[in-house]
């Protein structure tokens, strides 16, 4: 047995004795004679009163159970008829012998302990010869191993599953050499911002263009896991750029690594991580990305840990401790993160024949099912400890946008057969469009916010990504109402692209008003940003794919254009401060999402639909195509190890 509180050479189990660096910053190298003595001193009192507690304890071995490995001495047994006493279910053996063996058990574990003490003491006084540079070098050993040996344990092969259909994934090249050459300029500001992140912010989560150099916030933590590295892959794969994607494989392969002390966003991780992942897994079939994604999703579940299953907004990383954002109403997490995970975790059950993450997300949305909707609509927040809705805040746009989507894709990924989050997503959009959705004095069709039984007029950028959500989900729409929901796409659409053209940049604002004699206009100061965001060009998009009415690639290259020109610096491309401005200033923020999403998207736009065709791939809430997984019930996977 060993004497767990003197180890002192691991560092973690005795914090008061760690002689490392952070223990004394500001000392020389090596410690002085005095301070080893008096260390020294303060040990050898410390081990003396060990020995005295040990020895002067009154000895109760006769009288309780020694736990201390004297198994065979004391036995769990209820028959008496061999001489023995029956003490409360434990039997203590004849007395003469059996008091014997006790006295030389208690000295063999004596003579142990001693040994052990000894051992430590020497060790002690090894350790304080060693200079603190040789000591945090063992420290580190240390950790290495552990490292390595958590590596191991999380880089088993996973069992074979057999792929979906993935079609369409080398395809696009338009034959009209006008919309081959706005391709090819899409794609050329897609290698401008991934050459300046590799050179300026390789490894950091996003990169600051103008100062040049790595970037974070707070969604991914403290750590730089690379966020335009994975989010990016998608992209880069579809355009052809295959020795980026390349590079991009082989930094995920050595370096990403989920094992630290960082606390992050479960949302952003998902669809950013998890979701890049998946997709990259999808299209090029190389196995590290089903690997790391699944390794990424085992740190994500304990948020999971509430007393109500709806997980934390936050997860650190290592410990698995989960809490909820400051801001967010009485401690309460929010729809559209808790919301907006289902897709991904499906394909994790799917891929590893594991049905906790299929569990975990169900469990969300039937909890969902069972409560009361004011108005038929879905506050932005619920607390994960009472199961109750927060503030009774409604939104399409930010802390609500990506759950209505989730819901209509849950139901086209599944190749249709959820049917169950299609009538969720069609009665929550019922109540939207009752509650939210307004026209204006002009004639704009709006999607406003509710906030405690009152429409405010304001339309955020993150919330013209309905105009394709309404668009996509028109086939299949309750009571056959496809044209009209197409047409809503059609007006949302519009009114988005007018907040983009009623600006100096020809950018849209972050968000937009509906009041007063102001249309599609940004009134506030903080409102008047532009960060890189794809919404508006992801509706353009979905609705080239179902209209292909022109107009709808003509906004997208006015969007082409205007980034380019006042987005693009020699760094990068960064966002605006001010789209109203004739001399704008930057934000410095080339945000991960600018290679995810807008330039995906714009690239999609002047493809031909066969690339990445709607009835076989869908796209998360980041962009990330995910197979249709065509199984007669896509809540059960493909993989025989699941059923
Ligand atoms: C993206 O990270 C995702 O689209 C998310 O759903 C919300 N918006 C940002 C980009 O604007």
Redesign the pocket.
């Known amino acids: 047995m060993t004497t767990p509180a003197l180890l002192p050479l691991s560092g973690r189990r005795l914090p008061p004795l760690n002689l490392g660096a952070s223990a004394f910053p500001h000392h020389r190298a090596t410690l002085r004679l005095s301070e080893k003595f008096i260390l020294l001193l303060i040990l050898s009192a410390f081990i003396t009163l060990c020995f005295g507690a040990f020895f002067f304890l009154p000895d109760s071995s006769k009288h309780k159970r020694f736990d201390l490995g004297l198994e065979d001495v004391l036995i769990p047994h209820v028959d008496t008829s061999k001489g023995g006493k029956n003490l409360g279910g434990f039997l203590i053996h004849g007395q003469g012998h059996d008091e014997h063996r006790h006295r030389e058990e208690e000295e063999r574990l004596r003579n142990k302990i001693r040994a052990d003490h000894e051992k430590a003491l020497e060790e002690a006084k090894e350790k304080l010869k060693k200079s603190r540079d040789e000591i945090q070098a063992e420290i580190q050993t240390e950790k290495n191993k552990v490292v390595q040996e958590l590596k191991k344990k999380d880089s088993k092969p996973l069992p074979p599953v057999p792929l979906p259909n993935l079609i369409g994934i080398n395809s696009g090249e338009p034959a009209d050499p006008d919309i081959r050459e706005k391709r090819n300029k899409v794609k050329e500001m897609m290698e401008h911002a991934w050459d300046n992140y590799r050179q300026y912010g390789w490894g950091h989560n996003e990169l600051k263009p103008i100062a040049r150099k790595g970037h974070s916030t707070n969604i991914f933590g403290n750590s730089q896991m690379g966020a335009t590295i994975v989010d990016a892959l998608d992209t880069l794969y579809i355009m052809g750029l295959h020795d980026e994607f390349r590079e991009g494989q082989e930094w995920i392969d050595k370096n990403l690594d989920f094992s630290v002390n960082s606390e992050v966003s479960v949302f952003e991780v998902n ?2 991580f998890i979701g890049g992942l998946l997709a990259a897994y999808y299209l090029s079939g190389q196995e590290v990305f089903k690997i790391k994604a699944v390794q990424l999703a085992g740190k994500l579940l304990p948020a999971f840990n509430t007393p109500t299953g709806i997980p934390w907004a936050m997860v650190n990383l290592k410990s698995g401790v989960g809490r909820n954002w400051g801001w967010a109403s009485a401690g309460s997490s929010i729809l559209a993160e808790f919301g907006t995970l289902h897709m991904e975790f499906v394909h994790l059950s799917y891929l590893t024949g594991d049905p906790v993450y299929y569990n975990k997300v169900m469990h969300i949305r039937k909890l969902l099912q069972k409560m009361d909707r004011p108005n038929g609509l879905y506050p932005n927040y619920l607390n994960p400890r009472t199961g109750r809705w927060g503030q009774h805040h409604t939104s399409v746009g930010g802390l609500g ?2 759950f209505y989507e989730y819901l209509l894709k849950a139901w086209l990924m599944s190749d249709k057969t959820d049917t169950e989050a299609r009538k969720m997503y069609d009665d929550a959009i019922e109540a939207i469009e009752k509650h939210l959705v307004r026209k204006s004095n002009g004639g704009l069709t709006f999607i406003g916010e509710w906030k405690n039984g009152h429409l405010e007029r304001k339309m955020g950028h ?1 919330t013209c990504f309905a105009g394709g959500m309404f668009a996509l989900g028109a086939d299949g729409s309750r009571d056959d109402k496809a044209g009209h929901y197409l047409q809503l796409g059609a007006e949302i659409a519009h009114t988005c692209h007018e907040s983009y053209d009623r600006t100096t940049l020809k950018l849209g604002p972050e968000a937009f008003k509906f009041d007063g004699g102001v249309e599609a206009v940004a009134v506030r100061q903080n409102e008047k940003y532009y960060i890189l ?3 508006v060009i992801e509706t353009y998009w979905y609705m080239w794919r179902f209209t292909h009415d022109p107009k709808y690639r003509q906004w997208g290259w006015e969007a082409t254009q205007a980034i380019d020109k006042y987005c693009r610096v020699s760094g990068g491309f960064s966002g605006v401060k001010d789209v109203y401005s004739s001399s704008p200033t930057y934000d410095d923020v080339q945000q991960s ?1 600018f290679l995810a ?1 807008t330039l995906k998207y714009l690239y999609l736009l002047f493809s031909n639909d066969d690339l990445l065709p709607l009835d076989n791939w869908v796209f998360n ?2 962009a990330h195509p995910l197979p249709v997984l065509h199984l007669a019930n896509t809540t059960l996977s493909g993989n025989p190890a699941y059923r």
Do not use: A, M, Q, V
């Open positions: 669809i950013r946008d990506s993150l965001r794809p919404e999402f999403e809430t980041e």
